[in-house]
């Protein structure tokens, strides 16, 4: 057999135990959630016993991972992004990219509530937000602006610039994200004053 097959499959078993015990689960527990015998189990975490698909398949449902990330498999070039939310500064930041460098795409969900008062930060880079829904409050420089589902703004981040909601409501915005400057290629249009 392949010496990496062989040491993936023999990773598995400490990374079953672990996450048993991260999830603080009993393997009598864990026997009654996937139907395998407690024996089986534990011969699979010892490392006594080879995992077969047969054995991970539940194994992963029970634990809620991938089967991938029960095996520790090695990226496949799936093209689909798996980067998980963060949360921080009153808002859920979900990674579009996963590259390093370049503009970092993320979609950001600021939740209903009270409104907060504008703390405009500045760093370097370059910065282009859409908004999807709800009505998103962009106070950037001097300006002061309500942005609604289908506009755009982009700005360099020098200057100081802050995000929040316009009102008690949630809001939904895509922001690209460029640290070097990068400048995206759709500008949006000023406001018509009301």
């Avoid at 808002?91 to 460098?101: N, Q, V």
């Avoid at 942005?147 to 690209?176: C, I, K, N, Q």
């Amino acid at each position: 057999m392949d010496v990496d097959l062989d040491q993936a499959l023999d990773a598995v078993g400490p990374r079953l135990r672990a996450l048993r015990r991260e999830r603080e689960t009993t393997l009598t527990d864990l026997s009654a959630a996937t139907g395998i015998s407690v024996s089986t189990l534990s011969r699979l975490e010892s490392g006594g016993r080879k995992p077969t698909l047969e054995l991970l398949l539940p194994l992963a449902r029970a634990h809620g991972v991938t089967l991938d990330e029960l095996v520790g498999a090695p990226p496949t070039g799936d093209p689909r992004v798996h980067l998980r939310p963060v949360a921080a500064f009153g808002m859920t930041m979900l990674p579009l990219t996963r590259r390093a460098g370049g503009i970092q795409a993320y979609k950001l969900i600021i939740p209903a509530g009270g409104r907060s008062e504008p703390e405009p930060k500045t760093h370097e880079g370059y910065e282009w937000v859409y908004v999807l829904n709800g009505r998103l409050r962009l106070v950037l420089g001097e300006h002061d602006l309500v942005m609604v589902p289908g506009e755009a703004a982009e700005f360099d981040t020098r200057v100081p610039h802050w995000f929040g909601r316009a009102d008690s409501e949630g809001v939904e915005f895509l922001s690209l994200f460029g640290s070097q400057g990068e400048r995206a290629h759709l500008r949006a249009r000023p406001r018509a004053s009301s």
